[in-house]
């Protein structure tokens, strides 16, 4: 049975409306990137207690920690990221979240990231091994005009990087934004390193972010190959249908719940039960 889980801040600022929304739609877990407007890595201990009480309340689990780690210039002070880092794992311990979400770096020079890979896997090797040693595992987002934003380069930084602590969330939308054809160019190199979904679609002409399904992310045909692989691992749906920013996204609890029920339709027209 698969697992739901979504970035419920696209639901609101507010964590109670979160909370409420989700279980309204029957969700059990959440991926928390932030609430009252503060991102997960600026949260104080006094806050963290807070969102711990809320979710056992509500029986919501934390799937991952939506971080913002590596969205960062190259050029950015590696140590102070390290740092930075720490502390969104130390949070996602005390909410029982295994997995941190992490990027791998804006290139100088976007037309030509290669140029930056040296440094780039220097980052990535040192954010790997403090993981390591926090006890959580990133998942590395292949967000639009990072290094790695296409599956090749994906693949260079797990391989490369080759630390079990080190692996992958697929994100259909931005593999399209970027002018790749997700699963027809990427599922068969990256699945083998693929633990986590995030459950968006878009438009290759436009760019535009769509509900699951509605798009050019193939996200039908990836949902059955994993299905066929005997996938396990959780589906976190991260909407953007009202904003898009550099920063993430917002959906506003109507849109949600949208793309809610297109994912699950999808699910629901191959007969794969989920929670």
Not at 95 to 120: C, E, I, K, N, Q
Request: aromatic share 8%; net charge negative; glycine share 10%.
């Amino acid at each position: 049975m698969w697992t739901l889980s979504g970035f419920a801040d696209e639901i609101s600022p507010d964590l109670d409306e979160q909370v409420r929304v989700l279980t309204e739609l029957g969700m059990s877990q959440l991926e928390l990137r932030g609430a009252w407007d503060t991102n997960i890595a600026d949260f104080d201990d006094e806050q963290v207690e807070r969102i711990a009480r809320t979710l056992d309340g509500a029986g919501i689990a934390v799937s991952s920690i939506g971080s913002p780690i590596g969205k960062v210039p190259v050029t950015a002070d590696l140590d102070e990221h390290v740092a930075r880092f720490r502390r969104c794992a130390q949070v996602g311990r005390r909410l029982g979240a295994p997995y941190v979400r992490v990027f791998s770096f804006y290139p100088r020079d976007a037309h030509d990231p290669a140029a930056d890979r040296d440094t780039v896997l220097r980052g990535m090797s040192a954010l790997a091994a403090a993981a390591e040693q926090e006890g959580v595992v990133l998942l590395h987002e292949n967000e639009k005009a990072i290094y790695g934003d296409v599956p090749g380069r994906c693949l260079d930084l797990v391989e490369s990087v080759g630390s079990p602590a080190l692996r992958l969330t697929w994100d259909p939308a931005n593999f399209v934004q970027c002018g790749v054809r997700p699963f027809t160019e990427g599922y068969e190199m990256l699945r083998p390193h693929v633990d986590y979904i995030q459950i968006k679609d878009a438009i290759a002409a436009t760019g535009e972010v769509v509900p699951a399904g509605k798009g050019d992310g193939e996200v039908a045909r990836t949902v059955a190959a994993l299905r066929a692989d005997g996938f396990d691992g959780c589906f976190s749906l991260e909407p953007h249908l009202a904003q898009a920013h550099a920063s993430g996204g917002f959906s506003g609890p109507e849109l949600f719940a949208t793309a809610h029920a297109a994912f699950t339709g999808l699910l629901r027209e191959q007969d794969i039960p989920f929670r």
